[in-house]
């Protein structure tokens, strides 16, 4: 067996180098699925809160800070409203 570095410790990377384990990658799998799962969509959420607060912050500018940054009212206005799952 190769020696390990510290990121080839965790447990699929050991099994992903092993060729006759095959039970075990399928059980890492299915281990590491609701993870993966759970980690997708806290990233969700975290893209989702910071749409939600900027376009509140770019809803409370007054129009001379839109001007400095080249942005017109309506624009500001038409971002501000988007519903936070909206790009």
């Known amino acids: 067996?190769?020696?390990l570095r510290y990121f080839d410790t965790f447990p699929a990377t050991i099994v992903?180098?092993?060729e006759s384990f095959?039970?075990?990658k399928v059980l890492v799998g299915i281990w590491n699925a609701p993870i993966v799962?759970?980690?997708v969509f806290w990233n969700l959420m975290m893209v989702w809160q910071y749409r939600a607060?900027?376009?509140r912050q770019?809803?409370?500018l007054g129009q001379t800070l839109?001007?400095?940054m080249g942005i017109s009212a309506s624009n500001a206005r038409r971002e501000a409203i988007k519903p936070f799952w909206q790009a």
């Open 16 to 18: 992903a180098s092993c």
């Open 66 to 68: 839109l001007q400095d």
């Open 1 to 3: 067996m190769r020696s």
């Open 22 to 24: 095959v039970l075990a």
């Open 53 to 55: 607060d900027m376009r």
């Open 58 to 60: 770019l809803d409370s």
């Open 37 to 39: 799962g759970m980690v």
